[in-house]
């Protein structure tokens, strides 16, 4: 993993923070340049894009271990604002993302779209069932495995 800290000018910092918008100290500070599909912001660093809430993380308090990923406290993922975010483990991450119901998944569907996927899954014996339920509720194959198989959505019933 790059060390940013080596290559960050002052003039990398400024033309970081003017594509910020940047609000009162508790609000989200948005960011306002390129963006991925998930709406994470993306910074062009030494002809590398980098995560922008990383940069910023990097810049206000410093990455003490490089290996580590840099999650967002307000699950905005464009926010830059550094009090918004901490520096932990991937795993730590996908536990912070599973309390707040927000696994791909399990946020998105509803407990009527479950109940559905349920009966179509007992009623209709299909090669390639599981890709076309995944496709047309909007989640991941393992969302749907995982109900299939009783991992998750125990307790909804048909």
């Known amino acids: 993993m790059l060390n940013l800290q080596m290559f960050l000018t002052n003039e990398d910092k400024k033309r970081f923070w003017s594509k910020v918008h940047i609000a009162g100290p508790n609000d989200c500070w948005e960011w306002q340049a390129q963006k991925d599909p998930n709406g994470y912001g993306r910074f062009q660093l030494n002809y590398k894009s980098e995560n922008a809430h990383r940069i910023s993380y990097q810049i206000e308090k410093g990455i003490k271990d490089f290996s580590s990923v840099i999650q967002h406290n307000c699950d905005n993922p464009s926010c830059v604002n550094p009090s918004h975010l901490l520096e932990g483990t991937q ?68």
């Open 91 to 158: 795993s730590d991450n996908i536990q912070a993302c599973s309390d707040r119901n927000r696994l791909v998944g399990n946020r998105k569907l509803t407990e009527l779209q479950v109940r559905a996927i349920k009966w179509t899954l007992i009623n209709k014996n299909k090669y390639g069932l599981i890709t076309q339920l995944a496709n047309f509720y909007n989640v991941n194959r393992r969302a749907i495995q995982d109900i299939k198989c009783g991992k998750s959505w125990r307790h909804v019933n048909i």
